[in-house]
């Protein structure tokens, strides 16, 4: 797989306040995120009143080096174990979800959070294989 992260041209961010937690599944989605926020001419200030989601201690590590520390991560590495245990904690029903990837990264978390009573679910694609950008 050759990761390739978005450039000024390429990007366009999403207002951060609209969601309620912003979940990454993956240290590729955290350089990818922290890139695009850097471009915009942004830093961490901006996600503000979200909370951070880790899909395990990779990930974690990597957004502890740009700041953040996970409110939430699964006892289980994968997408739908970050799905479940937002699921199991009440905190999808009815909150809106960022989740950066790559356009091939997993589609399974997002129908779990669907089912447990999100309200809008938004993939942000990082740039795995095609030309990156953010879509709805």
Known sequence: IRIEYPDAAELTVPKFADYSWIAFTSRHGVIGFWKALRVAGLDTRALAGC????????TASA???IGLSPDL?????SG?????????SNEANGKKFLMPQGDIGMRSPAER???AGARRYRRGLLGRR???AWTQ
Do not use: F, H, N
């Open 63 to 65: 957004l502890r080096r």
């Open 73 to 77: 991560m699964p006892a289980e590495s």
């Open 80 to 88: 739908i174990a970050l799905a479940e245990a937002l699921a199991r």
């Open 51 to 58: 909370k951070i989601a880790a899909v395990g201690p990779t």
């Open 130 to 132: 095609s030309k990156p």
């Open 113 to 115: 959070l669907g089912a």
